[in-house]
């Protein structure tokens, strides 16, 4: 009987060392949730390695913080329920700060601007917002760029909405020429411009100025606050600035 208690006893020993283990494991890293298809942001490269901006500055982050970063795709509409439950610690690829997003997380400071523009082929007779009237839309679902369409007049003009699991379908649709244009952030379709100019054209209209922040669940101030303590010594030691100029060739982090 001895042998058996002392042998549960060590099975318990073990069971307790693993979980602690694991816990500490898990606490030196961070598991960012990003769209993997959301370029200059963070999307995969030739080498199908995950990249972009919002990557580096992620990575200089961790760094600042003591901590390993793991990059976990997911399902950009479902973003908010993969930091409530726990499998990711933060969002953070091209995540707009929006008063509908605070009620559900917490942001830092904004480190970025955007804008959602409009976009279509550059053929196309659509030169302003007012040109959109008759037309079908499309765009990334559970978007910023929903909201920005949504809260604009040429809304309730527009002939239908077609929603788009990621940017990436959503141009590609208008290529195919199944929209006549495509709802999306300036700064990805910005990227898509230096390599596609020929391609598309960007109206001047824009539908709505936003900013990027980073998201963190609610109740995790600590985490938050040693996040923005990182973000603020890589803004103030110019690590952010040349991390922008890599991806966008000038500096555009909000001081």
């Known amino acids: 009987m001895k042998r058996f208690t002392g042998f ?16 500490s494991a898990k606490d030196d890293t961070l598991i960012v949730g990003i769209d993997d298809k959301f370029a200059p942001m963070g999307f995969r490269d030739e080498n199908n390695e995950i990249v972009g901006f919002d990557i580096d500055l992620a990575r200089a982050a961790a760094k600042k913080m003591g901590k390993k970063v793991k990059f976990q795709p997911i399902d950009w509409s479902t973003k908010e329920s993969e930091l409530n439950s726990g499998r990711i610690d933060l969002i953070w690829n091209g995540y707009t700060i929006t008063e509908e997003r605070k009620k559900k997380v917490l942001f830092t400071k904004p480190y970025l601007k955007n804008a959602q523009v ?15 009237a008759g037309k079908t839309v499309g765009l990334q679902s559970m978007s910023s760029a929903a909201d920005a369409l949504k809260a604009d007049p040429i809304a309730n003009k527009v002939k239908s909405v077609t929603e788009y699991a990621d940017n990436v379908l959503a141009l590609a649709d208008l290529k195919n020429r199944r ?5 999306i952030d300036e700064v990805v379709i910005d990227y898509y411009m230096t390599k596609e100019k020929d391609q598309y054209k960007v109206l001047k209209e824009t539908l709505a100025p936003e900013e990027y922040g980073v ?32 991806w966008f060739g000038e500096d555009k982090i909000l001081k």
Do not use: H, R
Request: negative net charge; contains cysteine; glycine residues 6%.
């Open 8 to 23: 549960i006893a060590l099975l318990s020993l073990l069971f307790l060392f693993t979980a602690c283990s694991g816990s």
């Open 215 to 246: 998201g963190v669940k609610k109740g995790n101030e600590k985490l938050l606050e040693e996040l923005q303590k990182a973000m603020d010594e890589l803004i103030a030691d110019g690590t952010a600035a040349e991390i922008s100029v890599k």
């Open 179 to 183: 929209v006549d244009a495509v709802v």
């Open 118 to 132: 409009v976009v279509t082929l550059k053929d196309s007779p659509i030169d302003s917002l007012d040109d959109l």
